[in-house]
């Protein structure tokens, strides 16, 4: 059974920098995609960051140069970071960490058809 669960987020002035984290675990698929995609209330899921089988890592272009997105293993357990600086109010939404089964992924694919994502971590970013 896979898991995600996020954490990290916070309340922040604009200009400010958050790290997010997020431990997957129980994934069994022999190729996969994790990243990051977010929602803004009232607003449609936006993807932020992913990263392929491969290693490649990709962000969306509102994020691009702002954002970092790294990960490692523990063991059996994947850990992503997002590390978000120069954070803008429109940057405000629930992060949501997600796992694809699948080799390689756009950032959109992961945020419209994740198949496992987290309960999510709240960022709010102050003008």
């Known amino acids: 059974q896979v898991q995600v669960v996020e954490s990290g987020g916070g309340s922040v002035q604009s200009g400010g920098s958050l790290r997010l984290s997020c431990e997957a675990s129980?994934?069994?698929?022999?190729?996969?995609?994790l990243g990051w995609f977010r929602q803004a209330p009232g607003k449609g899921r936006e993807g932020v960051a992913t990263i392929d089988s491969d290693g490649k890592i990709g962000y969306g272009d509102s994020v691009r140069g702002r954002f970092t997105l790294s990960h490692s293993r523990d063991g059996t357990k994947d850990i992503l970071y997002l590390q978000m600086n120069r954070l803008k109010p429109e940057d405000t939404a629930m992060y949501y960490c997600?796992?694809?089964?699948?080799?390689?992924?756009?950032?959109?694919?992961?945020?419209?058809?994740?198949?496992?994502w987290g309960q999510g971590t709240q960022v709010t970013v102050g003008s």
């Open positions: 129980g994934i069994t698929y022999s190729s996969y995609c």
């Open positions: 997600a796992v694809k089964d699948a080799w390689m992924t756009t950032i959109m694919g992961l945020a419209n058809r994740p198949d496992h």
